[in-house]
């Protein structure tokens, strides 16, 4: 769709000069970390007709109110480092930026919390809490560029949620402006678990009151496993250990890290282990933890020399796509005990031409990053075709007790597989009273219909789509 001229004057009226309709800021919008292919446009339409940047709780009621006046869809971005489509609209409408938000800090050191606007930046946030002797509980791998507020509209895991838990668990308030208009605060768990993962489709975030800790000090080590088999068996040895968090890579993406930052690491599969010490006596137990598990996993132990150089640069994994010429991205869930068939597939389906990268998100599961990189620019049927594949692979985690890590817009319609069908029809009798015209993000977390044909949803198409065109 196209703004209409009354439907413009409306918002520009309100919202003036920060409604931007230019080329440039439309093809920027009209993507999240993942550039989709050109061919996508059958399915959806990606590029916004303009973009809004907000930069108050005002702001997102009256884009609120005007949207649901003229019927409007209304798409929430933040920093855009998520690469499920979660910010890129599905029929057009309006972008709102909400990076513009005025940063606001409030720490309450006897409830040990933190209150701040969405917009705040992790690695900003990090930096003022260590002026205070605290720190993050958990946070995500685009640290330096993520916000707290697509965090948890994109389902909130991050490295430290082994120890700690996800967004969920740390939320001890949410502040909502809902598609109604009305701002509104929630501290239930239950209210603030729809909130989780749905990507603004519930309504804009535009305040979070986290729990935070203290600021322990953390201990590396390092591993190397030979096959997907002794990874996966050393993950479950190293769970045992009661890790602040676990950073995982496949051969080939050591490769790409040896290539791109100098290291000489051997060719294996390579975890590095963290745990919050606090005296020596800790750290002797964790040592002789890790090297228990280690030795029973049949791995071997990586020189330490290594795993605080790696550890540093555990930010910079997406500063490796900079270097080659095209990606594709998708992001799974599984669980430690039974994926080493899941990861042997993904590789074989590949030829070995694939990069892995893994984040525990509780003593049980972690999130698997998969990257496809090529050197060359890819065609646009060979990118959607590859997108498809991946689609597909995802899907089929779902063997190994799996499943996507987000709906976003890839896999809108799998929520209740992420999260329970319980939680699916609360969020369905949630969405139906706050967005009854549904101009809060379509397209995401529910499949929404297939352009030309709406009888058809578009997870119907898509998943058609991975099985006849691969």
Not at 59 to 69: F, K
Not at 129 to 148: E, M
Not at 182 to 202: A, M, Q
Not at 270 to 296: G, H, Q, Y
Request: proline share 4%; hydrophobic share 35%.
């Amino acid at each position: 769709m196209t703004l209409k001229r009354n439907v413009r004057s409306r918002f520009v009226r309100f919202i003036g000069k920060k409604l931007r309709e230019d080329r440039t800021t439309l093809q920027v919008y009209s993507r999240d970390m993942s550039d989709l292919p050109s061919l996508v446009s059958i399915f959806f339409k990606n590029i916004p007709d303009g973009v809004i940047l907000a930069s108050s709780v005002e702001d997102i009621q009256t884009i609120y109110s005007i949207a649901n006046e003229t019927k409007t869809p209304i798409t929430q971005r933040a920093a855009g480092t998520a690469g499920l489509g979660g910010s890129v609209t599905y029929n057009g409408g309006l972008v709102v930026d909400t990076k513009g938000f005025e940063q606001k800090f409030f720490f309450d050191p006897l409830e040990q919390t933190v209150t701040i606007n969405p917009s705040y930046v992790f690695s900003d946030l990090q930096r003022e809490l260590k002026l205070q002797g605290l720190s993050l509980c958990s946070y995500p791998s685009s640290y330096h560029s993520a916000t707290i507020g697509g965090w948890i509209a994109h389902g909130g895991h991050g490295i430290g949620s082994a120890q700690y838990g996800g967004a969920l668990e740390q939320i001890v308030e949410l502040e909502v402006v809902l598609p109604t208009g009305h701002l509104v605060k929630y501290t239930e768990r239950d209210h603030i678990s729809l909130f989780v993962g749905s990507h603004g489709t519930l309504g804009t975030i535009t305040e979070v009151t986290l729990r935070v800790k203290f600021d322990i000090p953390l201990k590396h080590q390092g591993c190397t496993f030979d096959s997907p088999e002794e990874l996966v068996k050393g993950l479950g040895e190293i769970a045992t250990t009661f890790p602040h968090s676990v950073w995982f890579l496949n051969p080939k993406h050591v490769e790409s890290f040896n290539e791109t930052f100098g290291y000489n690491l051997p060719n294996r599969y390579v975890a590095i282990i963290s745990k919050e010490v606090s005296f020596e006596e800790e750290e002797m137990e964790f040592n002789r933890l890790f090297n228990n598990a280690i030795r029973n996993a049949g791995g071997q132990i990586l020189d330490r020399r290594y795993t605080e150089d790696i550890w540093k640069f555990r930010f910079r994994s997406l500063s490796m796509l900079k270097h080659c010429s095209d990606y594709v991205v998708s992001e799974v869930i599984l669980p430690i005990e039974s994926s080493d068939k899941y990861i042997r597939k993904l590789i074989s389906k590949f030829k070995g031409n694939i990069h892995l990268e893994g984040e525990f998100i509780s003593p049980t599961h972690y999130a698997l990053l998969i990257y496809v990189l090529s050197e060359e620019k890819m065609s646009s049927l060979k990118k959607t075709l590859l997108n498809l594949k991946l689609f597909k692979l995802s899907l089929k985690s779902k063997k190994v007790k799996g499943y996507p890590y987000s709906t976003g817009l890839w896999f809108s319609g799998f929520y209740g597989q992420i999260y329970g069908k319980d939680e699916l029809r609360r969020y369905k009798e949630f969405k139906k009273s706050v967005d009854p015209k549904n101009i809060s993000n379509p397209g995401k977390v529910l499949s929404p219909k297939f352009r030309f044909f709406p009888i058809v949803s578009l997870k119907f198409v898509v998943k058609l789509a991975s099985r006849f065109m691969l």
